[in-house]
């Protein structure tokens, strides 16, 4: 397997952005709607700094319909039902070859923190790639031979989901590269902490303007947002 850049498949597997449905655990500070239109922005960071990175073919695995966030260049394919497990295998069920699958939790996502799993010769003697996310979660995983099976029966949002989808992948002989360790946006702490660390991004633009909007909102973050 060369691994040369373009011959992988890139993944996102997203909820489409709808009030009460999405980022539930902002709310509160923020409203539902609110709340929403974080989710609206992070997803639309995700899915254009996968449109910036080399790839294959790049696919939204969508639970939902898809909006006017969606940028030209996706297939656009709807998620399994089920728990994430069960989702996360049906999406790598659909594809060949090297495929990477990254979340829409991570707005601060650039084609650099994706490129040590995209060029060239990434996937020599390397079966996989782990993204892990600071709360125990993961962001990315990515296999050279997608194999639905390392998914099912892995326990997910919880502090340890990441530790045991790893070891999943290990125990079944894969070798493992990791990839950076990225912050999940989850609460309103996280949602503040990912903006500062991504200032230029539409998801800190949106966070600025509910900032503006709703002062009383975002003095209940503890005052991170103001960094």
Do not use: N
């Not at 539930?24 to 922005?41: D, N, S």
């Not at 994430?84 to 923190?113: H, Y």
Request: with cysteine; proline share 10%.
């Amino acid at each position: 397997m060369s691994g040369a850049p373009g011959l992988t498949t890139l993944l996102v597997i997203a909820k489409e952005p709808v009030p009460g449905r999405v980022k539930t655990r902002l709310t509160p500070p923020y409203t539902p709607r609110q709340a929403a239109a974080l989710a609206e922005a992070a997803l639309t960071d995700t899915l254009h700094a996968v449109l910036r990175a080399p790839a294959r073919r790049r696919v939204l695995v969508l639970d939902g319909a898809p909006g006017r966030w969606l940028p030209p260049g996706f297939d656009v394919v709807p998620q399994a039902s089920g728990g994430l497990d069960e989702r996360l295998a049906a999406a790598f069920a659909g594809c060949t070859g090297p495929t990477l699958l990254v979340g829409m939790d991570t707005p601060q996502l650039t084609p650099a923190l994706l490129e040590p799993a995209l060029r060239s010769g990434a996937w020599l003697g390397c079966d996989a790639w782990f993204g892990p996310a600071l709360d125990g979660g993961f962001w990315a995983v990515g296999l050279a031979e997608p194999d639905p099976s390392l998914f099912p029966g892995v326990p997910m949002s919880t502090d340890r989901t990441g530790a045991i989808q790893r070891r999943r992948l290990t125990e079944a002989g894969l070798r493992v590269r990791d990839l950076p360790v990225l912050r999940d946006v989850d609460t309103a702490s996280d949602a503040a902490e990912v903006a500062a660390h991504a200032p230029g991004s539409r998801f800190a633009a949106a966070l600025r303007s509910l900032r503006t909007a709703q002062p009383a909102a975002l003095a209940a973050t503890g005052g991170t947002a103001a960094r």
